[in-house]
């Protein structure tokens, strides 16, 4: 029996059976096995699509995917010391949700500010991105708790804008 849960929390199913769904952030390999990082908002984790490990089906639509496609992948939590998670996946079945219509456009590759500034809802998925948030995420939350736990109120000003009368 799988059971749905998030990259984050992995450590607590070492060698269960699990599912996660989230997107593809790199996939690798050839032949008889495939390395698909899967991100799901929590972190991202490896795993390890064996071709004697699946179905032949699945082993190819593997092959197929591209970066942010969404997936489901299904299998068994094993500690692996090589990974910076410290674990990762070894797949028994994965299900493509969906493929991207087009090619991803932020890669590993340098943009400028323009491109990235039209595109900042693909930039935000990036790893370097996401480590900003998270890290803004943690200084905003010591704030708010520092001042919640001595009795302010959090007061949000309404936007006061200028407008100008036809004349």
């Known amino acids: ?18 599912a996660l769904k989230g997107w593809v952030r790199t996939r690798r390999g050839s032949g008889k096995v495939q ?25 190819e639509a593997t092959s197929a995917l591209t970066m ?3 997936v489901e992948v299904r299998g068994v939590v094993k500690e692996d010391a090589r990974s910076a998670l410290g674990f990762e996946l070894h797949t028994r079945g994965i299900t493509v ?15 400028g500010d323009g491109f990235l500034m039209d595109h900042r809802h693909l930039w935000l998925r ?3 991105q996401q480590t900003i948030m998270r890290v803004r995420h943690t200084i905003v939350k010591a704030v708010r708790d520092y001042f919640d736990d001595r009795g302010f109120t959090l007061f949000d000003s309404p936007i006061l804008t200028v407008t100008s009368r036809p004349g």
């Open 1 to 18: 029996m799988n059971v749905d849960v998030t990259v984050a929390d992995i450590s607590k199913y070492k060698d269960q059976e699990v």
């Open 126 to 128: 990036s790893q370097r």
């Open 97 to 111: 949700i969906n493929l991207p219509s087009q090619e991803y456009p932020i890669q590993k590759k340098e943009h």
């Open 35 to 59: 390395f698909v990082v899967l991100r799901d908002g929590t972190g991202d984790i490896q795993c390890v699509v064996g071709k004697n490990d699946v179905t032949e089906a699945e082993f």
């Open 68 to 70: 942010e496609a969404s």
